[in-house]
């Protein structure tokens, strides 16, 4: 169901100790009566740590990968069973690191993202175009193709587990942000591909923009009308910018 979603991806950073003392602060100073899911998403040595100390507040708990596998010789994965069975329900795939880093391709995101579905997880999927995409102004075509080779095949029941952020690679960690226009026109645009597969259930779907989201720039980009919230990389590893980036929607 479409709703307000600020989501902290906090990539390889923070420890045990981080963790902790981050989230007992979280609490405290987390905004009241606002709107909006607080997600975030620390280390998988810390997701358990995380769902403890959360358990009793509104604050979610995703995991930054998965394996697609349900289990078996794959030294160093995590399964979707291991995530559940410590109450992590949401998982992000496709992020641009993991396609760039670790490889990733679209065939495999599907298969991990059919995985999550299995398990009943929700799947924050990300895609994105980066700087040689939108200078050459194929930067539709490559989001609309990422959006085709992962998710299209999807019956439309499992879009009510599908969270969408767009985050332009050239966004990433680089302190340059898209304009609210060009967030608006990529947000709408991938909304309308959504609606020209499946129909109405579009405008039910949560669509996130990521990349250098600030508390300086938050307001502007999430008061664009198909820009539902945001998946925050640096400014989600302090608290006093991650509650001025919820507070801002
Ligand atoms: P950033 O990262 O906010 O540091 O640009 C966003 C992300 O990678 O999800």
């Not at 259930?201 to 664009?224: C, E, H, M, R």
């Not at 539902?228 to 910018?241: E, K, M, Q, R, T």
Request: aromatic residues 8%; hydrophobic residues 40%; glycine residues 8%.
């Amino acid at each position: 169901m479409r709703h307000k979603i600020i989501a902290g991806n906090w990539k390889m950073h923070k420890n045990a100790q981080e963790t902790g003392s981050f989230l007992n602060d979280l609490i405290n100073e987390m905004p009241e009566g606002k709107e909006v899911e607080v997600i975030v998403a620390p280390a998988f040595t810390n997701l358990m740590l995380a769902t403890q100390i959360l358990e009793d507040t509104n604050v979610a708990v995703a995991a930054q990968n998965m394996h697609q596998a349900e289990g078996g010789a794959f030294t160093g994965e995590i399964s979707a069973d291991m995530l559940t069975s410590i109450g992590v329900q949401t998982v992000i795939l496709g992020h641009s690191e993991r396609r760039q880093y670790f490889k990733e391709t679209p065939a495999l995101l599907a298969n991990k993202v059919d995985t999550a579905l299995r398990h009943k997880m929700r799947v924050i999927f990300c895609v994105g175009e980066e700087l040689k995409d939108r200078k050459s102004k194929q930067f539709q075509n490559v989001v609309f193709y990422q959006l085709k080779d992962s998710l299209f095949h999807l019956p439309k029941e499992a879009w009510e587990h599908i969270v969408i952020a767009y985050e332009p690679v050239w966004a990433i960690g680089t302190g340059e942000t898209a304009t609210p226009e060009q967030a608006q026109e990529m947000h709408q645009f991938i909304r309308e591909q959504i609606a020209h597969h499946y129909g109405n259930l579009a405008d039910n779907v949560t669509i996130l923009y990521g990349g250098s989201v600030k508390p300086d720039n938050a307001k502007t980009i999430f008061s664009q009308p198909d820009v539902d919230g945001g998946l925050v990389g640096g400014a989600a590893l302090n608290v006093a910018d991650f509650t001025a980036i919820i507070n801002a929607i």
